[in-house]
Structure formats: structure tokens, C-alpha cells
């Protein structure tokens, strides 16, 4: 079994920053790819970013590139989002996946999720 554990949330004014972690634990992964994907209230689980194994090749949404950073540290099981210039239209839950098959940007290609970090941007 595999346990991803989100952390870093929270409430921050427009145009500051936060970092979100994952942590995975459990079973031993074979070379995940990661992915960060969010849900406001009412709407679907979108897509945010997603970094391969080796850190090597990242994926962003268009409406976050720029703005946000997806990093990992094998060492540490733990993969990152760095949030800058965060905007009101950012407020969602944050949810950490992993797969070991695809680096994907839909949420069917992930396998394991975490519980989901509350991210509030005020204006």
C-alpha cells in the first residue's frame, strides 16, 4: 500500500506564495511520476503539474505556468509545488498523485492519491 500525505496549505493574500509538500510512504515505488491537480468548490479535479522520475521533464497547466514550480527529492520520497504570484482564482484543494506507468496530466492516469490540502487565496 501507498500513502501520499499533502502539507503546506493554507490562507495567503493575493500575490504571496506557498509551498506545498507530498509525502509518500508505504510499498516501494518503481520510479513514479508525480502530479499535483486542484478542485474548487463545485467543479471538477484539474490539472496542475506533473514531473517525471528523474526531475528531468515537467508538465504545467497553462493557467499556473510561470507562476508555479513542481521539484522532487527521491531521497526524501517527497515531491514539492512552489505557488508565486498566487491569484484568488488558485483557491482549490490541492491534491498530490502518483503513477508508476505514465508522467500524465489527466487524473485517470494516477493511481495513488493523497488526502488534499486546502489552498485560500483572499483578494
Known amino acids: 500500500q501507498v500513502q501520499l500525505v499533502e502539507s503546506g496549505g493554507g490562507l495567503v493574500q493575493a500575490g504571496g506564495s506557498l509551498r506545498l509538500s507530498c509525502a509518500a510512504s508505504?510499498?516501494?515505488?518503481?520510479?513514479?511520476?508525480m502530479g499535483w491537480f486542484r478542485q474548487a468548490p463545485g467543479k471538477g479535479r484539474d490539472f496542475v503539474a506533473a514531473?517525471?522520475?528523474?526531475?528531468?521533464?515537467?508538465y504545467y497547466a497553462g493557467s499556473v505556468k510561470g507562476r508555479f514550480t513542481i521539484s522532487r527529492d527521491n531521497a526524501k520520497n517527497t515531491v514539492y509545488l512552489q505557488m508565486n504570484s498566487l491569484k484568488p482564482e488558485d483557491t482549490a484543494v490541492y491534491y498530490c498523485?502518483?503513477?508508476?506507468?505514465?508522467?500524465?496530466?489527466?487524473?485517470?492516469?494516477?493511481?495513488?492519491w493523497g488526502q488534499g490540502a486546502q489552498v485560500t487565496v483572499s483578494s
Open positions: 498523485a502518483a503513477n508508476e506507468a505514465v508522467l500524465g496530466t489527466n487524473a485517470a492516469d494516477y493511481d495513488y
Open positions: 508505504g510499498r516501494t515505488f518503481s520510479r513514479p511520476a
Open positions: 514531473i517525471s522520475w528523474s526531475g528531468g521533464v515537467t
